[in-house]
């Protein structure tokens, strides 16, 4: 028997395969596939304080092995969601990662306060890539400085016992040191990677598909990317959990995030094709890590940067390096939490 | 390969299958496909769709493409047809859906969506379709026959080969009146010149229609100003915009107003995919009302 627990911080999991937000609905829609407690975690989509229509359709285009998506995080706002959709979750006997949205820190605070006053809530996710009003509209997670700002406000408003998770999107110069901002702020957590910046234009109409003109690109097609971003990381941190998302459609996609250093994967754009994925996915890596005589799921995160590098004679395979400098804040850092 | 809900869990077990095809077939203008899903078949109301995914086990098109069902059959435990327009559609996943031969697997998900509503009496029904969305109506029509309802077709299309059911509304309607732009079969026309007409010759108490959404608007309207209510089956729409059939991608919304008069934007896979015509904002598909519920101006401005 493999041993598939892991762990975000102080919350322990079943397994370590979720719904990644915006996903996997109101949890409703999924149940009618399979019983929701098979799930590692379930994983809201982003919570905002007012409702939310979201953009006009055309919303999706289909592009190679993914998808791209221009939503405006729709949503029926905090209130409906404490009232109608956190109560049935609570039931599902699954941890429920509520993930927060908003447009300024007072709308994220606020948020996360209110969702985390309620048990059922196990972790807060700090959706990261939400229009910043104040930067022009460009998502907060774009600096360090601003993410760091805001995961500081969710942090302080959440239970102890309850991870926050940043969740940052790639398309930023330099990711690490944006991860290392959040985890300075409190952050107990990362889920990497939310959807990159992407267009297609209709051939026939002459015109972007999307009435958002562009979108964000998500599904296998970004899942090297996601991996990369995994790999570094977790390089420079490799005492902080990582939530690995991106174009997990198998076990052995899932098992590659987590020798990357994931410590659990989320399923996102696979679930529009496959709603059964999750209990699948789970069932793959557990299949394949007994395959490879791993008997816990914990002994191969990160296992990729551990193992001697194989190769032929002479042949030295390309090294994936922390960008100059994480290093030696890594070691700033452990230095300052010292006691 | 099915899904792996157990009994007694209250899930629908086999909601998503692997089908083996039965047929694929030129009907006219359009292709029909037959697959044997006993569990589909079983539990089918006439309106529902299925959400089939295209290109194979190890495809990249990972949207599925959603087709209402024409007809279930007990054969083979159970089959279920559908009927799609890959000539006149540049979707390559219909053309890999119209290249399937029998004994090849496709993966389906279904019955889906909200069905047909259907009249307590035996009413005069008036049954509108046009191109292949007008295959969802021949399920309910003999449902309602079943209920002593009688049944009014009125089919339309461009020219004669887009007219999908003619002989069949002929042969089990108590009329049949078919109107094509050419006027290559039956009358010269749109459905819209003869509704009126045959909204009168028929004594509907109720309209039913399936096809392209111009169509929809127009059979809401006037079904609205003769004081009838309409079920309207919003497939095209879904075919447009969706992209997973069941509710989870938030894709394939539309502007509808509820029961308290305040518009929302529905889910046309889990709200409809059959509709009150009279609650569709059919002038604000591919928008967002500034008065519905969450629209940007209500919050002030900004995205
Ligand atoms: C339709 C759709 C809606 C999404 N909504 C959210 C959201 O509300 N909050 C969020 O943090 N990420 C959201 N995401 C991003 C996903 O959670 C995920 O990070 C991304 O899609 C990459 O994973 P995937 O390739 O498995 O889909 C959304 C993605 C899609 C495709
Ligand atoms: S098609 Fe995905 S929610 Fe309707």
């Known amino acids: 028997m493999t041993d598939l627990t892991t762990r975000l911080g102080t919350l322990e999991l079943a397994n370590p395969v979720l719904t990644a937000a915006g996903c996997g609905g109101t949890g409703r829609e999924l149940a009618r596939f399979f019983d929701l407690a098979r799930l590692g975690a379930f994983t809201t989509t982003s919570v905002m304080l007012r409702p939310r229509a979201g953009r006009p359709t ?161 599904g296998p097609a970004i899942r090297p990317v996601a991996l990369r971003c995994v790999y570094e990381v977790h390089a420079a941190l490799p005492g902080t959990p990582i939530v690995g998302i991106g174009g997990v459609a198998t076990g052995l996609d899932a098992l590659e995030f987590v020798l990357a250093g994931a410590s ?64 030696e804040r890594r070691t700033e850092e452990s230095k300052e939490k010292l006691p | 390969m099915t899904d792996t809900a157990g009994p007694g869990s209250g899930r629908a077990v086999g909601l998503r299958t692997s089908a083996i095809v039965l047929t694929v077939r030129q009907v006219q203008d359009y292709h029909a496909m037959t697959l044997v899903a006993p569990a589909v078949a079983e539990r089918f109301r006439p309106g529902q769709f ?29 089959t279920v047809e559908v009927v799609f327009d890959h000539r006149g559609s540049r979707d390559p996943g219909t053309g890999w859906l119209a290249g399937r ?42 449902t309602l026959r079943r209920r002593e309802c009688r049944v009014h077709f009125l089919l339309g299309g461009r020219s004669a080969p887009a007219v999908f059911g003619a002989r069949s509304a002929r042969r089990i309607g108590d009329s049949a009146t078919v109107v094509t732009e050419d006027g290559s079969l039956g009358d010269t026309g749109t459905v819209r010149d003869v509704l009126p007409r045959v909204i009168e010759e028929s004594a509907a108490d109720v309209v039913y229609a399936c096809g392209p959404t111009g169509l929809l608007r127009s059979v809401s309207a006037v079904a609205t100003e003769y004081g009838l209510p ?19 991608c938030m894709t394939c919304v539309l502007p509808i107003i509820g029961d308290d008069g305040v518009t929302r934007m529905a889910r046309a896979c889990t709200d409809g995919l059959v509709m009150r015509g009279d609650r569709v904002r059919w002038g604000d598909l591919g928008t967002i009302p500034l008065d519905a519920l969450g629209a940007p101006r209500a919050l002030g401005g900004g995205l």
């Open chain 1, 264 to 327: 659990a994967v989320a399923v996102g754009t696979t679930l529009f094709h496959d709603p059964t994925a999750g209990p699948r996915i789970a069932r793959e890596l557990e299949e394949a890590l007994s395959a490879r005589r791993i008997g816990r799921l914990a002994d191969a995160v990160g296992l990729a940067h551990r193992l001697p590098p194989q190769g032929h004679v002479g042949h030295v395979p390309p090294q994936i390096s922390p960008p100059p400098g994480a290093d």
């Open chain 1, 58 to 218: 055309p919303r999706v285009a289909e592009t190679p092995s993914g998808v791209l998506t221009a939503m405006g995080l729709p949503g029926p706002g905090v209130d409906s969601f404490l009232e109608t959709d956190l109560p049935w979750l609570a039931e599902q006997q699954v941890p429920v990662i509520v993930s927060v949205a908003g447009h300024s820190l007072e709308e994220y605070a606020e948020v996360a306060r209110r969702a985390q006053e309620s048990p059922a809530v196990a972790a807060v996710e700090v959706n990261l890539a939400a229009p910043n009003v104040e930067d022009r509209g460009r998502m907060f997670g774009r600096l360090p400085g601003p993410a760091a700002d805001v995961v500081r406000a969710v942090r302080a408003v959440t239970r102890r016992d309850a991870p926050v998770l940043a969740k940052l999107a790639p398309d930023v110069s330099d990711l690490v040191t944006i991860a290392l901002a959040c985890v300075d702020a409190g952050a107990d957590g990362l889920s990497l990677i939310n959807t990159m910046a992407g267009l297609a234009i209709d051939p026939h109409t002459l015109r972007p598909t999307l009435a958002g003109v562009s979108g964000g690109l998500s």
């Open chain 2, 50 to 78: 299925v959400a089939l995914a295209v290109g194979g086990e190890h495809t990249g098109r990972l949207v599925r493409r959603c087709l209402a069902v024409y007809e279930v059959k007990p054969d083979y435990g159970g």
């Open chain 2, 101 to 142: 031969r029998a004994r090849d697997m496709v993966d389906v998900v279904g019955p889906l969506g909200r069905p047909f509503r259907l009249p307590r009496d035996p009413v005069n029904c008036l049954l509108v379709g046009g191109g292949p969305g007008a295959a969802a109506l021949f399920a309910l029509a003999d």
């Open chain 2, 230 to 248: 309409s079920q309207v089956s919003v497939e095209e729409f879904l075919q447009q915009t969706g992209a997973c059939g069941v509710g989870l």
